[in-house]
């Protein structure tokens, strides 16, 4: 198991950004690839964006694709999703997640590969 801890999350003006960051502690976070999922007031929560154990594959949903990129860095246990033009659409609580993976450089957006999830972080984006 792993814990995962997001932050950073803000009101910020549209065409603003923000930087959120998601802390894992428990099991070494670099044998999980990790994702960020969002939901918004009345819908189903998302896929943001995914990155691969080692960091060396990426992938976005295209509604944030060349505005938001997700990094990690696995000696600080870390991840994080840099979102810049940020939308009144892109409020929602943003959800950092971890899947264990044998592989190195797979990445998923299907929401129920994920078993580990932090508690959210709110973003509001004000028009």
């Known amino acids: 198991q792993v814990q995962l801890v997001e932050s950073g999350g803000g009101l910020v003006q549209a065409g603003g950004s923000l930087r959120l960051s998601c802390a894992a502690s428990?099991?070494?976070?670099?044998?999980?690839?990790m994702g960020w999922f969002r939901q918004a007031p009345g819908k189903e929560r998302e896929f943001v964006a995914g990155?691969?154990?080692?960091?060396?594959?990426?992938y976005y949903a295209d509604s944030v694709k060349g505005r938001f990129t997700i990094s990690r860095d696995n000696a600080k246990n870390s991840v994080y999703l840099q979102m810049n033009s940020l939308k009144p659409e892109d409020t929602a609580v943003y959800y950092c997640?971890?899947?264990?993976?044998?592989?190195?450089?797979?990445?998923?957006?299907?929401?129920?590969?994920?078993?580990?999830w932090g508690q959210g972080t709110q973003v509001t984006v004000s028009s």
């Open positions: 428990g099991r070494t976070s670099s044998i999980y690839r």
């Open positions: 997640a971890a899947d264990f993976s044998a592989s190195t450089s797979a990445v998923t957006s299907r929401i129920n590969d994920y078993a580990n």
């Open positions: 990155i691969s154990r080692n960091g060396g594959r990426t």
